[in-house]
């Protein structure tokens, strides 16, 4: 297993508000600090293969989506190098990936990173929603482990 480094922070982004706020919060806390590096990470979490009618339709879903991506992470790392995080400590993480939740495949990237904190923005939604639908930031606060989980509002 590899050793944690809690100076290792990854920010769970996804072009919302709450996700700029998240990063925000992150640049105004560390920006000026040595010894910190941060990876911006989106899980591209594409619809299973029978949604698709063909293997082409499904990669220019995912080519679709990476494109959409590239332009607001990118601002979220020049916001992260303005508030002072030095330009070599900040990376990008965009992925593909199937699963069952997309908590349990940010938790997953969150040790393969091994990152000793997770950020991410609350998503903002009713209760009656929450419950409906679930909420990624409730369920990797209950799964998270050897972690430490920041939920920005």
Same mark, same amino acid.
């Given at each position: 297993? @590899?050793?944690?480094?809690?100076?290792?922070?990854?920010?769970?982004?996804?072009?919302?508000?709450?996700? %700029?706020?998240?990063?925000?919060?992150?640049?105004?806390?560390?920006?000026?600090?040595?010894?910190?590096?941060?990876?911006?990470?989106?899980?591209?979490?594409?619809?299973?293969?029978?949604?698709?009618?063909?293997?082409?339709?499904?990669?220019?879903?995912?080519?679709?989506?990476?494109? @959409?991506?590239?332009?607001?992470?990118?601002?979220?790392?020049?916001?992260?190098?303005?508030?002072?995080?030095?330009?070599?400590?900040?990376?990008? %993480?965009?992925?593909?990936?199937?699963?069952?939740?997309?908590?349990?495949?940010?938790?997953?990237?969150?040790?393969?990173?091994?990152?000793?904190?997770?950020?991410?923005? %609350?998503?903002?939604?009713?209760? @009656?929603?929450?419950?409906?639908?679930?909420?990624?930031? @409730?369920?990797?606060?209950?799964?998270?482990?050897?972690?430490?989980?920041?939920?920005?509002?």
């Amino acid at each position: 297993m @590899k050793q944690i480094r809690n100076n290792h922070i990854v920010i769970a982004v996804d072009g919302s508000e709450n996700s %700029r706020r998240a990063v925000a919060y992150v640049g105004g806390l560390i920006g000026g600090l040595a010894g910190f590096s941060v990876t911006l990470l989106h899980v591209i979490h594409a619809p299973e293969e029978d949604f698709f009618s063909s293997p082409q339709e499904r990669e220019r879903w995912i080519q679709s989506g990476r494109k @959409k991506v590239d332009g607001w992470i990118t601002d979220y790392r020049n916001q992260l190098i303005d508030d002072g995080v030095d330009a070599g400590d900040v990376s990008i %993480r965009a992925i593909e990936r199937d699963g069952p939740s997309l908590a349990r495949l940010i938790l997953a990237e969150m040790t393969f990173l091994a990152a000793g904190t997770i950020v991410l923005g %609350r998503q903002g939604l009713s209760r @009656k929603e929450e419950f409906l639908f679930g909420s990624v930031s @409730k369920q990797i606060v209950s799964h998270a482990r050897n972690c430490t989980v920041w939920v920005v509002q």
